[in-house]
């Protein structure tokens, strides 16, 4: 059974702080993916990565950053949260060229 | 307009209804189409998985895709109360590398005893 886990399920900030979301995959997937998911709007990628190391922007990727330094484990960085990054996260993750995506159950975050 | 649309509802069946969920998008480049299920405040979970037209049953489930009319459906047949969830579908084109997927926003469906 693929397992892919999130450090926190829910968390509150402040504006300003810098927030890392951790995510971890247990299934040496080369491809790993952080969404977030918002009334109305559904589900819109963020950053993700194919390899140690790599990144590549998905569709809104302003005003975070990623960090994959082990196969296993991609983090997502807000530098200073904002209100508007009141979200829910998901991390994915997928092998090889596959086209399906496994994800994690998912951080509420709330930006006062 | 959005590359997949996808009716929010919600929709609310009796307990042992045929339950059709309905997805159209407007990129004839994408291949591959999948649903998948999100319980409230879980992650989602993939339900089904197809490559280009045609059906594919799993249990209660069918998922069918009509590449011409870019039209998918996934189809529930004796719906449970368990099966109250959000739906999503999903699609993407296969680039070679990590594929990214597109996704609707999801119909809310509520099975009711």
């Known amino acids: 059974d693929v397992k892919v886990t999130q450090s926190s399920r829910y968390l509150v900030k402040r504006t300003g702080e810098k927030v890392f979301l951790e995510c971890v995959q247990d299934?040496?997937?080369?491809?790993m993916f952080w969404y977030r998911q918002d009334p109305g709007l559904g589900l819109r990628l963020i950053y993700f990565?194919?390899?140690?190391?790599?990144?590549e922007k998905g569709d809104i990727p302003e005003g975070y950053s990623v960090s994959r330094e082990k196969k296993e484990r991609f983090s997502l960085i807000l530098e200073s949260a904002s209100t508007n990054q009141t979200s829910m996260y998901l991390c994915?993750?997928?092998?090889?060229?596959?086209?399906?995506?496994?994800f994690g159950p998912g951080t509420r975050l709330l930006v006062l | 307009q959005k590359e997949v649309e996808q009716d929010p509802g919600p929709l609310s069946v009796p307990e042992g209804a045929i339950v059709s969920l309905n997805c159209t998008y407007s990129?004839?480049?994408?291949?591959?189409f999948m649903w998948y299920r999100q319980y409230s405040r879980k992650g989602p979970e993939l339900l089904m998985y197809?490559?280009?037209?045609g059906n594919k049953e799993d249990g209660r489930f069918t998922a069918q895709v009509d590449k011409s009319s870019k039209y998918i459906s996934l189809f529930i047949r004796d719906s449970q109360p368990s099966d109250s969830a959000t739906y999503l579908c999903?699609?993407?084109?296969?680039?070679?590398?990590?594929?990214?997927?597109?996704f609707g926003t999801g119909t809310r469906l509520q099975v009711t005893l």
């Open positions: 990565s194919y390899d140690v190391k790599m990144k």
């Open positions: 994915a993750s997928s092998p090889g060229q596959s086209e399906t995506q496994y």
């Open positions: 990129n004839s480049a994408f291949q591959y």
């Open positions: 299934m040496d997937h080369e491809n």
């Open positions: 197809t490559y280009s037209s």
């Open positions: 999903a699609m993407s084109r296969n680039t070679g590398t990590a594929s990214k997927l597109t």
